[in-house]
């Protein structure tokens, strides 16, 4: 049938609906040979570009070949190439008609690379067809169109009589706003004014993309501004409540998701939202806006009940939505956010499974800035809430538990028989009550201390030597005691440290219950130490207690000064206790991980810190950015604090390998979880690409006494680099020319037998063997190599403390920006340059670089054979001539000492030039100045 199809087509019979449904049934089998599916596509091509003369069906044939295209694109990612250069010299064609046009972009839909250029775009987007002005506008990310051009395209379509027009214009105006920079201003307001002019307008779905670009036109606006900020992001966040109040439900949605994602707010504003009247203060009070189609300012009072509307809307996703915004926005005030905590509190008893999952997320995060003050009335409604009948909601009400702090010992003790009630209940929760009874014991030691001592005749065995803790209740109150707090260092406890020897008979269900703490094995000896403790009275143990930590808490209190409430700034003090409390108890203090710690005293912090970077990874695969991101940042900034010399370069490994990681986590998270990440996030992505190839350039060449296993890590890490530049970016061949290189560094490694390979570089090795075996290209088709990307998990590194890190410092003589050294225009002038060089050898390939307004660069080769001094520490002074002064009265130099990365298998030479491969830094840059001297 193959042969008889090919035979068919090559007689230019390929107008005959015959030939074309067979056609399809070849390119629709799975067994058709690609020899075949290449001839079709040859073919079906010449046929769109050279009809036959004697039909007259040109428009249906070319239509159905068009289908087929589309099928050939699914099918044969080799082929792409060809297809595509074919439709798009057919949609550009004069006679092309107006519905085959829009058959021809949709093919071009299909394919996941740009496809036409600024010209094209604008040919097209102008025709009179409204459907190719929809298609065009809604995948304007396939065209390389400059951001100013497209700004003006898309400010120009908002006027469009169609609604699907200006929705579809109005949508990238929001995505584009959010990816770029703020070059005129005039022209972002005039795009922000008219998103709010079409607030007004009569379409639903113009209205709820108007909303949309009105959020991210603000606050690009908001972000421009340095004086005006908080008048402006008033404005915005005024502008936006007037809609909460829409007749549409996804424009009132829209609305309160916008709301939540402004980061600062008046006082006086956010209280008035979730008030039945406006104040004195706001009633005079206008901003920049709209508030109808006459009134071209917006009150202040427009916020009045804006709140109170979303909670109390009939559609619960509108009720979701303002619980989500409160989210956000109750950490910016205490008086708001007490407010907010009362009406949260009668969302519980919600209809709408979703509505109490959104109002327990936000209590949640309240409690989390410990803003959530508990009211006596407030717990008996939260601890209803734990016998609902839906585990989700149980799970939520728990995680709020566990870092509330409550104010009474009756409060405390209600919060335990709400816990042991839901356990009662429901007594497949046991792991996850034990967990909170666990945290909300450690939380309130002190009332803990006076619970167990009350109630120490139901854990005390029975007259018999029972112990009896198949009682839900009694098994409670043993797992509530473990957390009782203990001092490791004075070797007391505040119970009698018998309880701890009983709950080794729960051993096997505690630590079922502790599983993200402590493994069993840990917790096992924790118990038993702590059974071997002197027991002194609450009393004197908590007197001890204070009198210990008092210094550390009066430190404290002096470098936190009082804040205002309007605008919250968290700050993160982590030590190397703080990184464990962090990561799994989040805020309670832990005895346990006290005796933890004590037992890894033999592990430096650097090692303590890689281990729990390894630890977390699995989160990001989740799609947990942020959580990682925030501890990846605390572990830098405990890293920070470290200044031992001894250990710079493990010191630096660690920081440049948590810098590494997070970059990675954050593309991997728009990768999986993204659907902008081929287009409008395009920017930020390309900075962090840019951004992780610097920090592994200086990880590999900047470190010397790197291991076999780190060398392996760090090729690992330029692996997932390459794969994610060579999908997101042109096709590059030196992108390509790096991947092939470092994958063979990799052979190397493990032919030598001192490294494994791992299962992402196996992927990798198998999916570059099915590209070299097939027709396509890797630069052709990048996204063959991703699905490798699934298996890349960090390796652990233990510090070995025999790293150094090459580093130098640079000063230049007699200069600064008001005493500028002299120079003739025209004519080279020298630089005198004190220089520090630390860890590099005569071997390395040192340059100072020189560059006059990013125009000029130019490089002078430091020879260390010809310079005194050792490999440790070496100083000098030296002159570097830079010859193309410039013709101006004045002029500066940003300088720096730069290293040439040369692998050991680059040839070794010297040339005059500047260097012939890719440099890192060994410094920070420093601006020298020149002037004309006026005699």
Partial sequence: MEHLLRINLETNDNNNPQANLQALSLISNPSTSDSTLSSIAKVLITSLKYPNPKSNSHRFIHHHILRLFSLLLHRCPHLHHNLISAIREFSLLPSTSTRLLVDALTCL?????????????????????????????????????????????????????????????????????????????????????????????????????????????????????????????????????????????????????????IETVSEYILLQTLSKKASSITKEMNFPGQYSETLFRI??????????????????????????????????????????????????????????????????????????????????????????????????????????????????????????????LYPQDEAEVFSALFMIGQNHGEFLVRLINEASQLIEPSSGGKLGYDNVRKASYLVLATSAPVSMKQQTCSIPPRIFSYAVTLLGRVSRSFADIVDQRTFLAYLSCCSRFTFVSASEFFKMEEHRLLPHQNNKMEEHPEEGDVQLTQRC?????????????????????????????????????????????????????????????????ELGTRSDHNHRGELVFALQYIDALEQLGHLWHHLVF?????????????????????????????????????????????????????????????????????????????????????????????????????SCSILDNPYLLLKSLEHFTPRMVVSSGNLKYMEAELQCQGNEFQNPLPFISGLPVGLSLDIKLNNISNESRLWIKMRCEEKLTQFVFLDLHEIEGDDEVRKFTFVAPFYQTPKANCFSLKICIVLECISDSDQLFRGYGGPKHEVVHLCEEKAVYFSVQVR
Avoid at 139 to 154: E, G
Avoid at 179 to 193: A, H, N, P, R, T
């Fill in 109 to 261: 839909s299909i394919s996941d690379s740009n496809v036409n250029d600024e010209s094209t775009f604008l040919s097209l987007v102008f025709r009179p067809c409204v459907s190719v002005r929809h298609w065009l506008l809604l995948n304007v990310s396939k065209f390389d169109i400059r951001p100013s051009v497209l700004l003006t395209v898309l400010l120009g379509f908002t006027k469009d009589p169609y609604p699907c027009i200006r929705n579809v214009a109005l949508s990238g105006l929001a995505d584009l706003c959010e990816c770029i920079i703020v070059e005129d201003e005039s022209l972002i307001k005039g795009c922000y004014f008219r998103a709010v002019e079409l607030l007004f307008d009569s379409e639903d779905l113009v209205r709820c993309s108007a909303v949309h670009a009105v959020s991210a036109c603000g606050q690009l606006i908001v972000a421009s501004k340095q004086e005006s900020k908080g008048d402006w992001s008033d404005a915005l966040f005024l502008q936006l409540c007037s809609m909460v109040r829409d007749m549409s439900v996804k424009v009132r949605v829209e609305a309160f998701k916008a709301i939540g994602k």
């Fill in 674 to 774: 993204s659907k902008e990440f081929y287009f409008h996030k395009w920017g930020k992505l390309e900075c962090s690409l840019k951004k992780l190839d610097r920090c592994l350039r200086d990880m590999r060449y900047k470190l010397i006494g790197l291991t076999k296993k780190d060398n392996f890590l760090i090729l690992e890490l330029i692996i997932a680099n390459s794969i994610l530049t060579l999908c997101n970016m042109e096709a590059c061949a030196n992108t390509l020319k790096k991947l092939q290189s470092v994958m063979s560094c990799i052979e190397h490694i493990c032919g030598e037998g001192s490294t494994e390979s791992s299962n992402f570089v196996v992927e990798v090795q198998k999916s570059l063997s099915e590209i070299d075996t097939s």
């Fill in 299 to 424: 009150p202040a009072a427009s916020a009045v009940l804006a709140f109170l509307h979303g909670l109390e809307d009939e559609f619960d996703v509108v009720r979701v939505s303002a619980c989500g915004a409160l989210q956000s926005l109750a950490i910016h005030s205490a008086d708001f956010s007490n407010m907010v905590v009362n009406l949260l509190m009668g969302i519980l008893n919600d209809d709408s499974m979703a509505v109490k999952l959104q109002a327990l997320d936000t209590l949640h995060h309240l409690t989390m800035f410990r803003l959530l003050k508990v009211q006596q009335p407030h717990l008996h409604m939260f601890l209803g809430i734990l016998l609902d009948s839906c585990s989700l909601i149980r799970c939520r009400a728990r995680k709020v538990l566990k870092l509330t702090e409550l104010p009474s010992l009756g409060m405390f003790k209600m919060c335990v028989d709400g816990l042991i009630r839901d356990l009662e």
């Fill in 573 to 637: 003090e982590i030590s190397e206790y703080d990184i464990w409390r962090k990561l799994q108890l989040k805020e309670a203090e832990s005895s346990l991980l006290d005796f933890q710690v004590e037992h890894c005293k033999e592990r430096n912090c650097v090692n303590i810190v890689l281990q729990v970077v390894i630890d977390i990874w699995p989160s990001l695969k989740l799609g947990l950015i942020n959580e990682v991101t925030c501890t990846l940042r605390s572990l830098k900034a």
